[in-house]
């Protein structure tokens, strides 16, 4: 409704226009209040203001009623508020299944984007419209904070940790994309656009750009020029476990206690092999801290995650 003001962004997303329905709320509300107060203030002053010399104020004995009404009213409105917010916020932070991945890495001062085909872009995203897009975000250096005001969503991104951000656009068309964390000199220079476009010409786009391989495939890559593939294999004398099929599983520590192999669990695994060890295997791995990349870690994960058992009985 306000797409016509200049300094309010399209409503481009699914969630865009719940967000602003809660936003003008929130809004309404403590203008609303903002107002009664300042004329009641007003009005109070001058009802009640000193007429005379020799006047003495009624002593004032107490309400329930009225204590009853403060407390009440605005413990209903800030639950609202609350609920809302929360309901919102978990739609925002749960991805639908069936998303489509596509990974982003923030550096000093772009935005590297990989589609899981390949395509690698920089200061730009081009997404399909009517479907549901969930980002796997990392940085290379400082805090980045990844924004699409179109889309309302934004998500900082910090070293050393994976973030996830999830849309579906409503809208084709061009929306900016900006950083929103203070991250250097040239930090107000970091942002490009989004391009959202109708499902085939996302299509079209994809294999319009020159890809040489796919995120999987580049993984494959990796996986063999680090050497991954002499100790994590799936027969019984490998000194590491085997991945196939275990991605997004639970998997049994030797300290006991259980996590899931997710994206972080993987990277860490990677950087810092020792601070999680699988049950019934030994220390031995090497740390790749320096010697791969944010992109090339987001490359590997997308390998492991395609992994599937070969046969029955080999993991
Ligand atoms: Cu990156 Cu500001």
Not at 27 to 37: D, E, G, P, R, W
Not at 97 to 106: E, F, R, S, T
């Amino acid at each position: 409704m306000w797409s016509g003001f200049p300094l309010f962004p399209e409503t481009a997303s699914t969630v865009a226009g719940r967000i602003d329905n809660l936003y003008f709320f929130l809004v309404s509300v403590t203008a609303f209040f903002t107002l009664l107060i300042f004329l009641l203030v007003f009005i109070f002053a001058l009802k009640y203001r000193r007429k005379s010399e020799t006047e003495r104020p009624r002593p004032i004995t107490g309400s329930f009623f009225l204590e009853f009404i403060w407390i009440g009213v605005p413990l209903v409105i800030t639950l609202i508020m609350f609920t809302w917010g929360a309901v919102l916020y978990f739609d925002l932070a749960r991805p639908p299944k069936g998303a489509l991945d596509i990974y982003v890495v923030g550096k000093q001062w772009m935005w590297k984007v990989q589609h899981p085909t390949g395509q690698r872009e920089i200061n730009e995203l081009h997404i399909p419209i009517n479907r549901p897009v969930r980002l796997t975000m990392a940085t290379e250096d400082v805090i980045h904070s990844f924004y699409i005001p179109a889309f309302r969503i934004k998500k900082d991104v910090e070293p050393g940790k994976y973030s996830t951000l999830w849309f579906e656009a409503t809208q084709t068309g061009e929306f900016h994309l900006f950083c929103a964390e203070y991250c250097g000199t040239r930090h107000s220079l970091m942002g490009g656009k989004v391009v959202a476009l109708e499902p085939k010409q996302y299509q079209a786009w994809l294999s319009g750009g020159a890809a040489d391989e796919t995120l999987e495939e580049a993984g494959a890559r990796l996986f063999q020029q680090l050497g991954c593939v002499t100790c994590h294999r799936a027969d019984s004398g490998a000194r590491g476990p085997a991945l196939e099929g275990k991605f997004g599983k639970p998997v049994l520590l030797s300290s006991g206690e259980t996590v899931i192999f997710d994206e972080a669990y993987t990277r860490e695994s990677i950087l810092n092999p020792r601070s999680k060890i699988v049950a019934g295997y030994p220390t031995v791995m090497p740390t790749f801290q320096g010697q791969i990349s944010e992109e090339g870690l987001l490359q590997l994960i997308a390998f492991i995650k395609s992994l599937t058992p070969r046969q029955e009985g080999n993991q």
